[in-house]
């Protein structure tokens, strides 16, 4: 395993020297920053001695900002102008986001998300890059010195989009990027070193505005990813939201003014935080229509209002058991990560499912930055006590589009990575010269189920007759989980190749139901394939027959050419139909030809021969 001593390039530690690098967790609701000092990975604190950023950005009147706790003490005061949970919006178009509860004025971009503050239009990256700024000046503040990069965590379930939207604000923030990590694998390997623990593990991660689950294999020395899961749009957050609805409801209220709204947000926030310490607690609160609310709310009732919160997550996880193929019993200990696993309905219910009690000894709140510090420590090139794997997966299946609307998978969900895979495809047209290879992510059988990533074209294709050129695609994701995808013509190594930027990520739930469907329609999907494939091959030999028809058909008498072109119609009348009865059309299409085929066959030896003598031959 000492692959993993080898630096990034130009990051080789000389030797005795240490160079600095560090983790972060860019949080929806907290951010924090690590770094391994004297070969033990610590979280470091600002001047007060707070480890925790508040991921809340506040833009004032003279081009200054202030961020975190700041920000955070002014957001019921002024809600336009100071903008939380970035990370939710990070990566997205405007109509991919629920804003009904969200204080902002966008803007009109229909690419990604701007946000109206008094020092202009703000995208989710920016305000991104604005909070990493603040933990880059901490950690080199802290260790006196300029960091050689960083290592920071991304939800599991973050597709390319919201990745690079991610390094995007990193750079934007002078930070190098050394790897993207998904937050439950960090989690993971700050329990697998500190623990010393073997065998499979779930890693159960509720932060303020995701849920993620995967599924570990931890060995000496090698950390495995058999599976991830999750719901980007469930986290803390809603179970504040819910809270807040049950306030208004409870007090018959109809809120119309921003700051109502985050007084009654940020109470809620607080209530529910005191709920996970006490049996109950008291919410008051004076709006500025002049109603006073004054509710007490128990913890009993707060988990009766949150409980299907909790279920829904869950079902991730029992998909992602299933994905690598392992049962309740075969869980030896359950990672709680994420501030929101302080819930005790949450601590309950996973209990519950697992039968074990979950793994509580690292701070939740933590876990995911130290584990970034210490693969930051060995990406920089210093020396590590301990020398280990580390084997993420990619979370859904990356392929293109072939003829007929089909989606072929390239790269299957839960692939390693880093990884690269790749195919040869041909021509379906003679004399075509040219293919557009378009780029789909998702689980269904049809180009129309998945998503559209990115398209490009490879031109140069010799002119050849159909299924004669040999194109071979490669589909490479790196080990941040980037795509990139080439494609070649063998015969003349002429190729195109693009880097998967596209300009917004998937919806969250999309992605949830994007891997349900997947599920729930695979009879039918296979059904959908089965029939266009046998559209294709039908095409194919209506396309063959026609054009021997246009260069011999003289060798066919007129009975014999009406049965073909009696056949051809037969067979262009059946493709609405099933696989199976275009497959049958198709072979008596074939079968109608045979005898035509043979003629054709005994003219083109007559003419290949003509004018040849028989030494020759």
Partial sequence: MALLQIAEPGLSAAPHQHRLAAGIDLGTTNSL????????????????????????????????????????????????????????LIGRKLEDVDT???????????????????????????????????????AEESLGGDLVGAVITVPAYFDEAQRQATKDAARLAGINVLRLLNEPTAAAIAYGLDNRSEGTFVVYDLGGGTFDVSVLQLSKGLFEVKATGGNSALGGNDFDHRL???????????????HDAQLLLSLAREAKETLSRLPETRIQAVLSSGKTIDTVITRTEFHALTQHLVA?????????????????????????????TRMPHVQQAVAAFFGQTPLNNLNPDQVVALGAAMQANVLAGNKNEEEWLLLDVTPLSLGLETYGGLAEKIIPRNSTLPTARAQEFTTFKDGQTAMTIHVVQGERELVADCRSLAKFTLRGIPPMVAGAARIRVT???????????SAREESTGV??????????GLDDETITRMLKDSLSHARDDA???????????????????????????????????????????????????????????????????DEFAARRMDRNIQRALTGQRVEDI
Avoid: W
Wanted: negative net charge; contains cysteine; glycine residues 6%.
């Fill in 527 to 593: 059904a959908v394939r089965a029939r266009a494939e046998a559209q294709v091959e039908a095409e194919g030999l209506i396309a063959a027959v026609s054009a021997a028809l246009a260069l011999d058909g003289d060798l066919l008498q007129a009975d014999e050419l009406a049965a073909v072109e009696q056949a051809v119609t037969a067979l262009q009348n059946r493709f609405e139909d099933s696989a199976e009865a275009i497959r049958h059309a198709t072979q008596m299409l074939a079968q109608a030809t």
């Fill in 312 to 340: 829904k997550t869950l079902e991730p996880v029992k998909q992602a058991m299933k994905d690598a193929g392992v049962g309740k019993a075969d869980i030896k200990g359950v990672i709680m990560v994420g501030g929101a």
């Fill in 100 to 138: 009904s509860h969200l204080p902002y004025r966008f803007g009109p971009s229909e690419r990604l998300i701007e946000i109206h503050t008094r020092q202009g239009l703000k995208t989710p990256i920016d305000v991104s890059a604005d909070i990493l700024r603040v933990l880059k000046q901490r």
């Fill in 495 to 504: 190729q195109a190749q693009i880097e998967v930027k596209p300009s917004y």
């Fill in 475 to 485: 589909f490479q994701v790196d080990a941040d989980g980037l795509l990139s995808v």
């Fill in 33 to 88: 920053v690590a770094t391994v000092k004297s070969g033990s990975a610590v979280c470091l604190a600002d001047a007060e001695g707070r480890a925790s950023l508040p991921s809340v950005v506040r833009y004032l009147p003279d081009g200054a900002l202030a961020a975190g706790y700041e920000a955070l003490a002014a957001q019921k005061s002024d809600p336009a102008h100071t903008v939380s949970s970035a990370k939710r």
């Fill in 244 to 258: 807040f609805c049950h306030l208004i409801e409870a007090n018959g209220l109809s809120i119309t003014d921003d």
